[in-house]
Each structure stands twice: as C-alpha cells, then as structure tokens.
C-alpha cells in the first residue's frame, strides 16, 4: 500500500533564524529568565540579556580568530550554558556547530574533526582535552584553537593551541569595542541556505557521517513542531519549563532546548548530569517533558523497586492503584488518548491515594505534555503513564530530517503507532519495501563531503529514504523495524526483533535485550540485566556477589530473568517466542564499539564479540553463508 499524507503549506518569515529569535527575546523578553544551570547545587538564572550578550562575545571571539562563513566550530561537553552560547555564537557569524558526544572516544573525536574540518574545538574539561591531544596533530590539519571551559588539570598544558574560555571571551570584548557591527552584519546576511550544524550519525554500520543541517531546515521544523498538529498542544511558550538532559549534539534534543527553546521564550534547565535526572525533574517539575524510553523504563523500574522493598501497607497500595492505572491507560487509549466519564473519576480518586504523590515524585506533578521518540517504546509503559495521568505519545524523525516527520496527538493517540505526519509533510510507503519516504523542507542537503552517501539517502525527486519500514494503521504509522534489522528465520518467517526486545526491556530487572533468529530454527535473545536493580534484588536475598559477570553467572538471577523472558513470550505468537537466552557477561560499552553514542546496539559487533554464546544457544549450529547484498545505508532511525 501506498499513502501520501497531505502537504499544506507554512508560511516562514525569510529571517527566521533561531538566533535571531533569541536576539529579539532579548531585546524584548517576554520572561526576565532564559536559562537555568547549578552551580555549587543551587540553581542559578541566566536572562535573556545574558543569553545573548554570551552568545555575541562568542561571536565576536570567533571572529577574531578568523572564523569565516561556512567554517566549523566543534563543541565536546555535556549540556550547559557554554554550550547553547557556541552553537548561536556560531550561527550568528554564520559559520556551522559540530557537536560531540561527552562518551566519544579519542579515534571518533579525531574522525569527526578532522571530516568536519573544525578550526575551533570548544572543550568542557580536562577529559575531552586530553582526547585531542593525544592525537598526532598532523591528524587535525584544521584544528587551530582549542578552548577549554575548566580550568582544572589543564591549565599547565603545553600547546600553543589551548584558550582558556575567560581569555576567548576577552577577545570577543576586544573584538565588539573594535568591531561594534561586525555581527550584525553577518546577522543580516543569514539566508535559508546558510549551513548552521553538522550532526553527525550514530554509526550502527560503518564510519558516522556528517548530516548537514541548513538554516531552511531549522526554520521549518519550528513551523512543523509548533503547527496545529505539532508535537505540544497548545505550543511551547513563554510559560514553560524544561529540562535539558538528552545530548545536545543530538537533533532531538536540539529541536526542544535551542530551537523551540529561544523561539518560543521558554525556561531551560540543564541538568546536572544523566546521572542525577530523576533528582533534577523533581526540583523542575517540567511542563514540557521530551524523553526516550530508556529514561521512561528506569524511572517505572525505579518506582517499582522501590515499592517492592515498601511496607506491606504501601505496596497494597501501590499493587491496587497501579492496577487501577493500567486500566485508566487501557481504556484512554482504546478512546484516543480521551478520558471516558469513568477513567475521570477513577483518575481524581487515583490522584489522592497514589497518582499525585508518584508524579511529583517522579517529576512530571506539572507536565503537560511528553512526548518519546528516538527509539519504539513499550506499550505497557505508554499505559502506565497514561493511566496515572502523564500525557504521553510517541513521535517519529530523524537526523536527516530534523527530528520532523509523524507524532500522535494527545487527543487521537493510537497505541504502537508513531502518530500521522505532521503539517506540511509529504509521507508514503515504498510500494515493494514498505520503507517510509518522507520528503520536506527539514529533509537535510545531505551528509558532508559525502555525495555517493546522500544519493543513497535522497532520491531525484526528493524523497529521504529512511532504511525504516512502515505500515498504515488506519491514518496512524507503525514502524515495524530498520530494514536492515527484520529477521528471517529459517522458515521464512519475518519477525521485527524490536518489538520483542522492547517488551524485554519493559522488566525493571532487564536493561539490554538484544533478539537474535535470522536464517535460525527459532528465535533466541541475549540479556543485559540492569545492575543496579538486579544488585538490590540480590542483595535483598542475600545472595552474595563481587561482580557484574558474577552477579549475572547467579542461577538465582537466571532463573529470575527466565521468569521475565517466559513473561514476554505470552505476549507473541510461537513463533516470535524467545526459545533460548544468554545473559551477557558485561555491561555493553561504547568504548567496546558494542554500542554507539547514542546507546543504539552495534548489531554486527554483538554477533562477532559473544559470537561464542549465541552459538551456544544454537548448540553450535551456524547459519549458512550469507547471500550477495547491498547494505543498507547508516541512518539515524528513531521515533
């Protein structure tokens, strides 16, 4: 089947540009505080003066370093201020982001500066330093100045390179004195073709690529995401408060802290770190809520662990409440995302006993909106949200798309679906394939330096091809799998690994889920648990462990995963149902290469790394050879 959702079209003012956007909430503020980071564990406000004002010094700085149109400023930190004030700094001159992951080790760190050409690396500490020098220079031919923002363990480096972020900025004062409108001009030079970042793909089969985002593309995924059927209704405002804690080198998290963030003068709060999340959200009590369902599958394990160990009174609340909540979630999603009369009362009375006391607790008491994307989520989870009242749906995009394609809305929600195309998105099903095309003006140029790459990605008509496949239901997409991921088992039958695995991951005791069954007799899996919880649960029996290899070797802990596995398998016909699994022996690591930046499993490195236990499970019967192929492109998939 092929279906074309319609394409209305948004008109965008031609300089819309997130940077000017965020000038003119400075100039004119509709709230006196922009940004919000700690300090010393106190949070600390930034206004939108200050936003601005650092974002111009950054400008200026990179001027006086000579940064030209079209030039490449890298940034390796986590989430904070610094961070936002670079990538608009660059933009304002018109010069490009390049964004790094905080767990990128040093061989990736000298890969992507050195294809993006980066003339300028902004640093946060002694760690990402180190990963740049430790590189043979002759690697970085481009890279000129190094600015780092800690000074700590850094400060007696030798290399001609090294500015520290207080002297970066100094030169930008210089600069301004000298230079008052130089900015300014390249301000209102700013076109819809401008090149503004370069994301760079997560890598699951090969080298990552630079995905060249534009100006155009920015701007028409503000339009989207804010339209009438955008991801938040009403839109985010000036009223709203988020957290920003999802990599800011990803477009997802792109898309909310800086471009809805300055464009709609809402409040971003940094967290301190993934680490410390769940004690951020409390502190926030965020209204806009972007999260992926890792995120969403600790904080329900967390809960649930947490009242296991309750008092008996307090976990026959829970076990009565909880169960009330997955019938509210139930029966909302059979009504679109709407209450009935009954699930009203259900969730007013829920609200005293149990509800409101979760949500503040899990720091979503104001939350009007979540929405998940990047990865499918389970749909046990989407019910327990729903059913304790988070409205919560699931959204679907890439990198080459900006993070735009399909969401469901909060009051049409159908359940496993990723939503309906947003407005102004062309979106249809290859007739042969089912691979979901999508063609708008967020769809990217291409990827850098990569010509025969972006051919393989974009079609002559204009098609992206997103290597993932779909299928209608009613108006709503499912995704069913990456392409390059379907499994065909030995009898021919094609089974979408993901969702087994997502139903896995939905146990508290389960961290990674890895399905395994192409060209195979049946299907097996191999199991991540999650240390942290599973630790507890053993400790609490008092079954004694020293490491993660010796704590998943347990028969105990065996037996308690086989539990969760025979679990999921009364969710799935026999023949997706997991026959066999292994319990991996160590946690999956990105300096492994057994998983990327984004936490997204390296299939292929999995099946050569614990090729010994996948053929244990099959007791020692290897597939045939496999048949001639093209390999699918590398793409960011995710919803």
């Known amino acids: 089947m092929t279906a074309t959702a319609p394409a209305p079209t948004i008109d965008l003012p031609p300089t819309a540009a997130p940077v000017l956007r965020l000038r003119a909430h400075a100039t004119d503020p509709p709230s006196p505080v922009a940004l919000r980071e700690k300090h010393l564990g106190i949070w600390q406000d930034i206004t939108w003066q200050e936003y601005w004002d650092h974002a111009e010094l950054v400008a200026h700085g990179l001027l006086a370093l000579g940064i030209e149109v079209g030039d490449r400023v890298a940034v390796h930190s986590e989430n904070r201020f610094e961070w936002v004030a670079t990538d608009f700094g660059a933009q304002a001159i018109r010069a490009a982001c390049v964004g790094l992951y905080p767990t990128n080790p040093a061989p990736e760190v000298g890969y992507m500066l050195a294809d993006a050409g980066a003339r300028v690396l902004v640093a946060e500490d002694q760690e990402q330093v180190d990963k740049v020098l430790q590189l043979d220079r002759a690697e970085l031919p481009d890279l000129e100045v190094i600015v780092y923002l800690e000074e700590r363990g850094v400060r007696d480096y030798d290399d001609d390179r090294l500015l520290k972020w207080v002297d970066f900025l100094d030169r930008g004062r210089a600069h301004r004195e000298s230079h008052p409108h130089a900015v300014d001009e390249r301000l209102a030079a700013i076109t819809d073709d401008d090149l503004a970042l370069l994301i760079y793909t997560s890598g699951t089969t090969g080298p990552p690529k630079g995905a060249m985002i534009t100006i155009g593309n920015i701007n028409f995924a503000i339009a989207a995401t804010t339209s009438p059927t955008g991801f938040f209704q009403p839109p985010v405002g000036p009223g709203d408060m988020l957290l920003s804690y999802l990599p800011l080198c990803h477009v997802y998290e792109r898309l909310l802290t800086c471009w809805q963030g300055a464009s709609q003068g809402a409040t971003v709060h940094f967290a301190e770190s993934i680490d410390t999340v769940t004690r951020d959200l409390t502190e926030v009590q965020p209204t806009i809520f972007a999260t992926v369902p890792r995120i969403l599958e600790k904080m329900h394990a967390g809960v649930s662990v947490r009242m296991a160990s309750a008092s008996r009174l307090k976990r026959a609340n829970w076990k009565a409440w909880t169960s009330v909540a997955r019938r509210i979630g139930t029966t909302k999603v059979a009504n679109d995302g709407n209450h009935t009369a009954g ?4 969730e007013a009375v ?36 729903m059913g304790i009242g988070v409205p919560i749906s699931e959204a679907y995009g890439q990198t080459e798309n900006c993070a735009v394609a399909t969401a469901n809305p909060l009051d049409d929600i159908v359940l496993g ?4 195309p947003l407005e102004g998105i062309e979106l249809r099903l290859d007739d042969q394939t089912g691979e979901i095309l999508v063609r708008h003006p967020a769809v990217f140029p291409g990827y850098w330096n990569r010509p025969d790459a972006t051919a393989e990605t974009i079609d002559a008509d204009g098609w992206l091809h997103t290597g993932d496949v779909g299928e209608w239901v009613g108006d709503h997409l499912k ?27 939905t146990s508290p005791f389960v961290k990674e889920a890895i399905v395994i069954g192409d ?7 191999l199991v991540g648990i999650d240390d942290e919880v599973v630790g507890n649960w053993a400790q609490a029996r ?38 066999e699994f292994r319990l991996l022996p160590k946690l999956l690591d990105h300096d492994d290469g057994e998983v990327t930046a984004t936490q997204k499993v390296k299939r ?30 590398d793409r960011e998939g995710g919803r």
């Not at 899990?362 to 389970?378: M, Y």
């Open 350 to 385: 829920g609200d005293v006993f149990l509800f409101r006391a979760l949500k503040e607790r899990l720091g979503l008491q104001h939350c009007r909106a979540a929405i998940s994307g990047a990865a499918p989520i389970a749909p046990e989870l989407l019910e327990f949200f």
């Open 479 to 505: 995704i069913v799998d990456r392409i390059k991921d379907i499994i065909i088992t030995a009898g021919g039958k094609n089974i979408s690994p993901s969702e087994i695995e997502n139903s896995l991951k």
């Open 417 to 420: 679906t990723v939503g309906m």
């Open 519 to 525: 060209r195979r007799k049946f299907i097996s899996a």
């Open 604 to 633: 292929s490195a999995i099946a050569e790394i614990f090729a010994d236990l996948i053929e244990d499970m099959y007791g020692g019967g290897r597939p045939p050879a496999d048949p001639p192929t093209t390999a699918a492109p």
């Open 542 to 579: 008092k079954i004694p462990y020293t490491t993660y290899r010796d704590l998943s070797e347990r028969p105990e802990v065996v037996e308690l995963v086989a539990g969760e596995v025979a679990a999921t398998n009364d969710k799935f016909a026999r023949v997706e149902q997991v026959k």
């Open 343 to 346: 699930t009203r009362v259900l």
